[in-house]
């Protein structure tokens, strides 16, 4: 038996895309858990970009089977885009290689309305950044026991009566919002529009994860997000609205926890954060630029200009607990090709003290100050490297530390965007 989480160990967009593609010649199966179209993860094999949202990103091996579990907000409109753009570029995705969990959320048109207009109506400091696909208002009415639910499409009769009490509440918020209110028929004719495209995927996830299991198959679950846009755990209020940490691989799909063998965390060899809150070693300055143009780092969904700063092991460490990470895939180590010297935060100062770890609070998040070590740069170059001693010294060095500080061995090492820069470790499927 050997079952893989891949996580974002940072604030997301660290390469997770990338990884769990390479990894997923090694699997059977590809899970999506949490989140939803939020999510960008970009693959590039041999010269050609690939974007997904919400499909796994192992959809583009014909021979894998794709899922996405409970966990995920789902917008159908969204699903069907992604599998028509997909297909323009040769990859069939069908009923044979995707399921989607029957009890899945939907996220509708009113979820990203009010996404929008709440991000519109808030003032610069406390507006999250969000990425406007109506996530976090679908993940409210989950939780509030009124969403509309993928098995929902199934019987029209009832459907009409889930409509009503979905819109009893969000009605109530729209007037107070001074919206228009919206009508039990547009929400019918909007999933009704949209049933015959999506109900041929509908699965009792957990029931084929199990049968899978037990034939001995390989499960590859794909992270969204990063540790520290998790709900709980993260950098709160500024966070998505999901579990995005490896416990909620099990939730999220209906494979219990004792299933997960291995938890990869993907981490980017610096930092970058893309919308609001507080990011302790972020570069105002040319090098955070620096790092900006020659990491590509600009927002997979939204185009967006990501935040971008030296590398911080206080918080990989914390995330490395929090997630259980056995091994981490190291990305973007080509990034730093040619930098002098590269600082590496190891402990923040807070109000005059030295502590090891993120705090909790809003207010103490946004006060601590990062405590740098200097290291030395290399001259010669990582990028493309596709073994070990392809490595200038240096670089190696920098990683070797990297592994002593967040206490967690390197299990890949990824030098560029294409799929075969990848260098392998130790492989978490035979760990
Ligand atoms: P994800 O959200 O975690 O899947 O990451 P994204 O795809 O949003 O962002 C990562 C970006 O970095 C993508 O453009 C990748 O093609 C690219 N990338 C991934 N690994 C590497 C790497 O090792 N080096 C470089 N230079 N780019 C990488
Ligand atoms: P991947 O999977 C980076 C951020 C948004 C915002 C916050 C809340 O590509 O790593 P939301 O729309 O989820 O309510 O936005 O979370 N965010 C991401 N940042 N990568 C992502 O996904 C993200 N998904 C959401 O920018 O700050
Ligand atoms: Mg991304």
Not at 237 to 258: E, K, R, W
Request: proline fraction near 4%.
């Amino acid at each position: 038996m050997a079952n893989v989480v891949v996580v974002g160990s940072q604030w997301g967009d660290e390469g997770k895309g990338k990884i769990v593609d390479w990894l997923s010649e090694r699997a059977d199966v590809v899970v999506r858990f949490q989140g939803g179209h939020n999510a960008g993860h970009t693959l590039v094999i041999d010269g050609v970009k690939y974007k997904l949202s919400l499909l796994p990103s192992g959809v583009v091996r014909q021979d894998k089977m794709a899922v996405i579990g409970n966990g995920v907000v789902l917008d159908p409109r969204a699903l069907a885009d992604e599998i028509g753009r997909l297909a323009e570029q040769g990859v069939a995705v069908s009923e044979a290689n995707l399921r989607i969990a029957e009890n899945t959320p939907l996220i509708l048109s009113l979820h990203q309305e009010l996404d929008a207009i709440r991000e519109n109506n808030s003032s610069a400091d406390t507006r999250i950044g969000t990425t406007r696909r109506g996530i976090g208002p679908a993940y409210e009415d989950k939780v509030g026991r009124r969403a509309i639910r993928l098995m929902d499409l199934v019987n029209l009769n009832t459907l009409p009566g889930k409509i009503e009490r979905l819109l009893v509440h969000h009605n109530a918020i729209r007037r107070g919002l001074g919206v228009e209110e919206i009508s039990a028929q547009t929400i019918y004719d909007e999933l009704v529009g949209v049933a015959d495209k999506i109900l041929p995927f509908m699965d009792k996830v957990w029931y084929l994860l199990d049968e899978r299991r037990k034939a001995g198959d390989r499960i590859l679950f794909e992270g969204a997000q990063g540790a520290l846009l998790d709900i709980d755990h993260g950098t709160y209020p500024f966070v998505t609205s999901s579990n995005t940490i490896a416990g909620q691989a099990a939730t999220g799909s209906g494979l219990g926890p004792n299933a997960i063998n291995y938890v990869l965390g993907i981490t980017k060899a610096y930092t970058t954060r893309v919308g609001e809150g507080p990011f302790p070693t972020e570069l105002n300055d040319e090098i955070g630029q620096f790092l900006g143009e020659r990491g590509h780092e600009f927002g997979t969904v939204t185009g967006r200009q990501r935040r971008c700063g030296w590398f911080d092991a206080v918080l990989v460490r914390q995330t490395c607990k929090t997630s259980g990470i056995s091994g981490i895939a190291l990305t973007k180590l080509d990034v730093l090709d040619g930098l002098d010297e590269i600082k590496v935060c190891v402990a923040y100062e807070l109000d005059g003290k030295r502590i090891d770890y993120l705090p909790a609070s809003q207010g103490q998040q946004a006060r601590v100050k990062p405590i740098y070590e200097t290291l030395e740069g290399w001259s010669g170059t990582t990028a493309g490297a596709r073994t070990w001693n392809d490595l200038p010294a240096q670089a190696v060095k920098y990683v070797r530390h990297i592994e002593e500080l967040i206490e967690a061995p390197v299990a890949l090492l990824s030098t560029s965007p294409e799929r075969d820069d990848t260098i392998l470790v130790q492989d978490p499927f035979e760990d």
